[in-house]
């Protein structure tokens, strides 16, 4: 991790990684994890000194509500959100009860709907599911920070 200054002269945090998990069930709407990601990444900024662009934001917010949505759309019961943030990256992983892997739809610009998982996976620097013994786990990462020409930085796949 690049140890210089924020831009209010405190020194990132170097101490191991930051997180957050919270467990959507029942009526919950999916602004209330957009909204626990988005107090995430300004605690992470503001607490611990780590830099977050306001493109990494806007498209956390974006993946952490389209992966909550898809686990309470296609998922019987509840789906657990996780956030983690290390060395420069934020991993957004979804765990839910259906055993089923997501899948891609055919490219379709005239398609309503159904995008989401495209919109994911473009925008994320790693993409990966993994089913486990009682469903599967979904976990997109990207980076904090934007490069000089105010994208995400560091290779994509």
């Known amino acids: 991790m690049d140890q210089t200054a924020d831009d209010d002269g405190r020194e ?3 101490e191991g990684p930051l997180a957050v998990s919270r467990l959507f069930e029942g009526s919950e709407g999916i602004a209330t994890a ?3 990601a988005r107090d995430f990444l300004t605690e992470v900024r503001s607490l611990h ?6 493109r990494a934001m806007g498209t956390v917010e974006l993946v952490v509500s389209e992966l909550v949505t ?3 759309k296609y998922a019987p019961g509840p789906c657990l959100l996780t956030l983690v943030v290390r060395g420069g990256i934020i991993e957004i992983t979804v765990r839910d009860s259906n ?5 891609v ?16 996976m473009a925008v994320c620097r790693n993409f990966q599911v993994h089913r486990e013994p009682s469903g ?7 980076e904090l ?5 105010g994208h995400a930085t560091g290779p994509h796949p």
């Open 145 to 149: 920070t934007d490069g000089p020409d």
């Open 12 to 14: 990132p945090t170097a």
């Open 70 to 72: 898809n686990a309470r």
């Open 49 to 54: 000194g780590l830099p977050v662009s306001g």
């Open 105 to 120: 739809s055919a490219r379709d610009p005239h398609r309503i709907g159904g995008h989401g998982l495209e919109v994911v």
């Open 99 to 103: 055993t089923a892997l997501p899948a």
């Open 34 to 36: 957009r909204h626990l």
């Open 136 to 142: 599967k786990r979904v976990t997109a990462m990207l």
